[in-house]
């Protein structure tokens, strides 16, 4: 989406999807997906989980430094448009220049038994007054189906 200049100081807010090796939901409301409840993660569905082990997929731990165990959302995208993460940051102050940064991984391997029929990297951050009336900023990161 772009670097800020200058130092950003500490971050105010850090999604970890916490530690375990059990797969689990995520609070209602978070996302419009639905849970794989125990079940691989198909078309339209999600877990959180300590490792992507599904499918033909890439086998990753999450890359959150020195963390053991440590859970990452897992999305499987649908050909309908979905939010896949929703969270409130409270305690904001106006007239403040905050910067917003994620990190995304598309599994799905180059060649996999998807094929030409994986959906590609298309997703939209937007980011919303305290009112949720009023559009601050949006971006659009696209990207390739695959490594």
Known sequence: MGFCQGNSGDPIFTETFGIGLQDSSLPVGTTSYVYANGQNPNDGLYTVSSNSDYFDWFDINDHTPNDTNERMLIVNSNFTAGEFYR????????????????????LSPLGGFCGSGVIPINVKFEIW????TNLLASNRMLGSCCF
């Open 87 to 106: 969270t409130t940051i409270s305690g904001l102050c106006e007239n403040t220049t905050y910067e917003f940064s994620s990190w995304l991984l598309n």
């Open 129 to 132: 007054d305290n009112t949720d």
